[in-house]
């Protein structure tokens, strides 16, 4: 089945998540997919499926558990409105260290599973998840080969879990897909997280793409296809060579 949904047991409760396979039945090496702040929707389970196609499996959890059940975004109607107000009490529920932790969880649910080949895996984050996909890797560095941040914000701050206290002990190659004028990651931000990697002696490569915050999702409102398709060569490319 290219698509199953399961539940996963962590630390404080259990995490719905959805697993994608190659549609032609093969299984491949394994990606975390940490995704954004709009949550679990149909969007996120078509990236999740694309990837899959190209020859891995991906687990997809929704980090927003904690917070319990909730609808589906609409990511347009979201922007127009409080974008604050309506996310930000399940954004509230998580955050870099506590996905780091739950992914202790998720590498045990793809060991488990059969059709995931080799032990090193990759990760892949979008918006806020892409700082968690950095500290993931920095949480369990034996474990991840290759790192993909698309558009990841607050990725160096003064918070004690801010994702760049974790590049000390990532292993992984990343990739830093930067939005070009983007509040939540400025240059001054930029250089203060790639000093971290830098001085971390970690293999990075950093890419502006001359899109707003949130071009790779194809529901957000500021969606660039022309940038998407270029960041999803970049990040097959990684993972290919990395994983494959």
């Known amino acids: 089945m290219p698509h199953e949904q399961t539940l996963i047991a ?60 909730y609808e589906p975004f609409d990511p347009r109607a979201v922007f127009q409105g409080d974008v604050r107000a309506i996310l930000g009490p399940l954004m509230a529920t ?13 590498l045990d649910y793809l060991d488990g599973r059969t059709d995931v080949h080799g032990k090193k895996v990759g990760a892949v984050g979008f918006c806020m998840g892409g700082g968690m996909a950095i500290a993931a890797a920095g949480k369990w560095p034996e474990r991840f080969a290759a ?3 698309f558009h990841g914000g607050n990725l160096a701050t003064e918070a004690a879990d801010s994702p760049h206290t974790f590049v000390k002990d990532v292993k992984a190659d990343v990739y830093l897909a930067v939005a070009e004028d983007d509040p939540s990651y400025p240059p001054s931000m930029a ?9 971390a002696r970690v293999d990075y490569r950093s890419e502006t793409y001359s899109a707003a915050h949130g071009w790779m999702k194809p529901d957000f409102p500021v969606y660039d296809e022309e940038a998407a398709e270029q960041g999803w060569r970049q990040m097959l490319g990684l993972f290919h060579q990395k994983l494959s």
Do not use: W
């Open 147 to 149: 790192v993909a941040s």
């Open 10 to 69: 962590t630390e404080e409760g259990d995490c719905p998540a959805h697993v994608f396979t190659p549609e032609n039945g093969a299984g491949g090496p394994a990606i975390v997919f940490y995704m954004d702040a709009g949550g679990i929707r149909s969007a996120e389970l078509a990236m999740a499926q694309r990837l899959a196609n190209a020859g891995f499996v991906v687990l997809l959890p929704d980090l927003f558990y904690r917070y319990g059940p």
């Open 94 to 106: 998580t955050g870099p260290m506590k996905a780091a932790i739950d992914t202790g969880a998720f």
């Open 191 to 199: 250089v203060q997280f790639e000093q971290a990697l830098q001085d």
